[in-house]
Nanobody, 120 residues
Framework: QVQVVESGGGLVQTGGSLRVSCAAS????????MGWHRQAPGKQRELVAD???????NYADSVTGRFTISRDNAKNTVYLQMNSLKPEDTAVYYC??????????????WGQGTQVTVSS
């Protein structure tokens, strides 16, 4: 079994900062790509940022320059530092991890999501 658990969401004012974290645990050989998607009310889920095990990153245009993704491979944990937050960043943020498990199978696991609300 593999679990992916997010933490760190909450309420912040426009222009503020927030960091969300996500840890993958369980029957893991290695966590490969990890990343964050988000879904705002009435909108489709969209990619926010992702990061390979080697540290290569990719960002949505809407967050480039404001958000930073990083990871700790030893802890199978990924972080998303969000600065200069805007009301349009309000969404449920979902973490994923592409995990090679003990059966030597690779699949994507998702967390339950953490709410980020930016007040105007």
């Amino acid at each position: 079994q593999v679990q992916v658990v997010e933490s760190g969401g909450g309420l912040v004012q426009t222009g503020g900062s927030l960091r969300v974290s996500c840890a993958a645990s369980g029957s893991i050989v290695s966590a490969n790509a990890m990343g964050w998607h988000r879904q705002a009310p009435g909108k489709q889920r969209e990619l926010v940022a992702d990061i390979t095990r080697g540290g290569s990153t990719n960002y949505a245009d809407s967050v480039t320059g404001r958000f930073t993704i990083s990871r700790d491979n030893a802890k199978n944990t990924v972080y998303l530092q969000m600065n200069s937050l805007k009301p349009e960043d309000t969404a449920v943020y979902y973490c994923y991890a592409d995990v090679l498990d003990l059966r030597m199978c690779t699949r994507r696991y998702w967390g339950q999501g953490t709410q980020v609300t930016v007040s105007s």
